[in-house]
Every structure is written in C-alpha cells, then in structure tokens.
C-alpha cells in the first residue's frame, strides 16, 4: 500500500485566487491523479500526472484552470486558479500501485 | 465503456447486524478488478475489499465480504457484525486489466451507497 498526505487539509478562499494543493507518497510511484468530489457526489477524475510527461485532462477540464506539476515521483501540486464558489469541493490525490489505487485524505476546499 | 451501478443511494443497519450493498457494472472486458472503497466523514477514501475477475474464489477481509458473479455482472459487499465505525459512504469502483496485467485506463466509480450504523 501507500501512505499519502496532503496538504492544505482544508482552506477557505476568496473568489479570484488561487490555492495549491500538495500531495506526497511515502514511495516512488508513476502514476498519481487527481479527482475532485463536490458535495455528496461521486469522484471525477481531473488529470493524470505521469512523471516525465504533460498531464493528461479529463474531459471538461483544463490546464490553465488546474495546472498540475509532477516534479518526482513521490510529489504533485494541483493549482486551482481564479477560483469561484463552483470550486468548492474536496480534491483528493490518488496513487496506482501495479493494480490498486490508494487514496490521500483530501482537500476541503470552500470559496466564497 | 464501462459503467458502475450502485443502485441503494442509502441504507441502515443496527449494529451488530449484517448488511449487503449492491453493486453491479457493465463491461466487454473479461479480465478486470473490482473493489470497494470506505469513505467516512473524515473522507479518507480507504480501500475495503479487491477482487480479480479471473478468480472464482470470494475475496474476504475480516467482517467484509463479497459476492462476485462475473455472468451476472454483480460484486456486492457483506458486511458482518456492523460497527458503529462502518458508517460511511461506500463506493464500487472497476478497473480494466493491462494486457499482460496490472491495470490500465481509469478506475470508475459508483455513485455510491451511504450506510448508517445505528446503536
């Protein structure tokens, strides 16, 4: 398994900034996502972030709404840019390991 | 494509008592994996339970079980002696086989069933 943490754990922001979420592995691991959960919904998949290559978007997401860097293979950031009340939700970082995914405890993100 | 259908938005139990989520999916592929996740209030997302297609043999952890129909396309999840702790919600989530395994493509979720352990 893995152990993944995540920082902020939750925040509070202003409509028009932004915020930039951190996200370690306790090891090295290739394949990270992120997914984004708003109120007692499900969780949709923003981006693939691959070490050594562009991160690869969901439909209905963007790069410049949520940059994402994957400087190693134990850490990400996801950007949420000019943030707006439509942002609020947990984001959640997420690991693969061969056939398993693992999950960090997520980002509660309120803007108002 | 593939599709996961959780089809209890909520359910309760009393504690101590057993209770079944239903979960069934949709897929051409013959070899995939199957799993359960946990997410309580916290909304740590914890993995519950794995299941590889290509066994026949139902994977147990502790008190949670499932019951897989590959035919029928069903995996649900038993779980026995309800604790005051196993209120969450519970999502199903499917996962395509690589060709020469591991897994490939995105883990797709369910909808999700949140479950009430009462006293």
């Known amino acids: 398994s893995a152990v993944i943490s995540q920082k902020p754990s939750r925040d509070i922001c202003q409509r028009g900034t932004s915020l930039t979420i951190q996200c370690q592995v306790d090891?090295?691991?290739?394949?990270m996502f992120w997914y984004r959960q708003q109120p007692g919904q499900s969780l949709t998949l923003i981006a693939t972030?691959?070490?050594?290559?562009?991160?690869?978007?969901e439909s209905g997401f963007v790069i410049d709404k949520f940059p994402i860097s994957r400087p190693n293979l134990t850490f990400s950031t996801l950007t949420v840019s000019n943030m707006s009340p439509e942002d609020s939700s947990i984001y959640l970082c997420?690991?693969?390991?061969?056939?398993?995914?693992?999950f960090g405890p997520g980002t509660r993100l309120t803007v108002l | 494509a593939q599709t996961v259908t959780q089809s209890q938005p909520e359910m309760s139990v009393q504690e101590a008592e057993t209770v079944t989520l239903s979960c069934t999916y949709d897929?051409?592929?013959?070899?995939?994996?199957l799993f359960w996740y946990k997410q309580p209030p916290s909304r740590q997302m914890i993995l519950v339970i794995r299941?590889?297609?290509?066994?026949?043999q139902n994977a147990t952890e502790n008190r949670f079980s499932v019951n897989f129909q590959k035919a029928a396309k069903s995996f649900s999840l038993k779980i026995s002696d309800s604790q005051l702790g196993d209120t969450a919600m519970y999502f199903c989530?499917?996962?395509?086989?690589?060709?020469?395994?591991?897994?490939?493509?995105?883990?797709?979720f369910g909808k999700g069933t949140k479950l009430s352990v009462k006293p």
């Open positions: 299941q590889e297609a290509y066994k026949q």
């Open positions: 972030a691959n070490q050594g290559s562009e991160a690869t978007y």
């Open positions: 989530a499917f996962m395509k086989q690589g060709t020469y395994g591991g897994s490939q493509g995105n883990l797709i």
């Open positions: 090891s090295q691991v290739t394949m």
């Open positions: 897929t051409s592929e013959n070899n995939y994996y």
């Open positions: 997420s690991v693969r390991l061969t056939d398993t995914q693992y």
